[in-house]
T-cell receptor, first 115, second 115 residues
Framework: EAGVAQSPRYKIIEKRQSVAFWCNPI?????LYWYQQILGQGPKLLIQ????????DSQLPKDRFSAERLKGVDSTLKIQPAKLEDSAVYLC?????????????FGSGTRLTVV | AQSVAQPEDQVNVAEGNPLTVKCTYS??????LFWYVQYPNRGLQFLLK??????LVKGSYGFEAEFNKSQTSFHLKKPSALVSDSALYFC?????????????FGAGTRLFVKA
């Protein structure tokens, strides 16, 4: 089966600019996650979708970050305006319905550098 | 607070020797525990999981992990390390309830296997 697709792989922007990331999960996976991985740290959950509804966005900086999964399939994560501390790898993952008991499948990530 | 800890930033081992990467957790109830591996410029890749049953679980690439409830640990092991095992390893735990689950990750341990 095809894996989790993410684009772009790399992005360099100036602070205060906006940026968007795209994710296409494994076909049939109901749950989609966006994680932020800062260099030297473990991934931190930003937002979790079940189909097209938000399950958990408690750690999403909502003043600048937004995400949507309108048709319950692919998803976009946006940052506007970006700050230097947003430099990180943004990982998308998906799992079948069931709360991820079987583990997640991750995409290769988007490496964002804010200068 | 529910958490997972990886006490070692880095583990060095010679090829052919056994390796252990440590993980401890703090969660309420029965934990679902996972190990993931991350190679350079790649997303996280699922290695193995513990949900219930035998305390020793086997996973991909010859890795195994031992669940110890009294010590709240879930150490990753391999009897004979390979140079190609050099990567970043993350321990993770699923937390939540039927209202919603999420997975939280440790900070990661970098494994160096020397030829």
């Amino acid at each position: 089966e095809a894996g989790v697709a993410q684009s772009p792989r790399y992005k360099i922007i100036e602070k205060r600019q906006s940026v968007a990331f795209w994710c296409n999960p494994i076909s049939g996976h109901a749950t989609l996650y966006w994680y932020q991985q800062i260099l030297g740290q473990g991934p931190k959950l930003l937002i979790q979708f079940q189909n097209n509804g938000v399950v958990d966005d408690s750690q999403l900086p909502k003043d600048r970050f937004s995400a949507e999964r309108l048709k319950g399939v692919d998803s976009t994560l946006k940052i506007q305006p970006a700050k230097l501390e947003d430099s990180a790898v943004y990982l998308c993952a998906s799992s079948p319905a069931g709360g991820g008991a079987g583990g997640y499948t991750f995409g290769s990530g988007t490496r964002l550098t804010v200068v | 607070a529910q958490s997972v800890a990886q006490p070692e930033d880095q583990v060095n081992v010679a090829e052919g020797n056994p390796l252990t990467v440590k993980c401890t957790y703090s969660v309420s109830g029965n934990p679902y525990l996972f190990w993931y591996v991350q190679y350079p410029n790649r997303g996280l890749q699922f290695l193995l999981k513990y949900i219930t049953g035998d305390n020793l679980v086997k996973g991909s690439y010859g890795f195994e992990a031992e669940f110890n409830k009294s010590q709240t640990s879930f150490h990753l092991k391999k009897p004979s390390a390979l140079v190609s095992d050099s990567a970043l390893y993350f321990c993770a735990v699923r937390v939540g309830n039927t209202g919603g689950f999420k997975t939280i990750f440790g900070a990661g341990t970098r494994l160096f296997v020397k030829a």
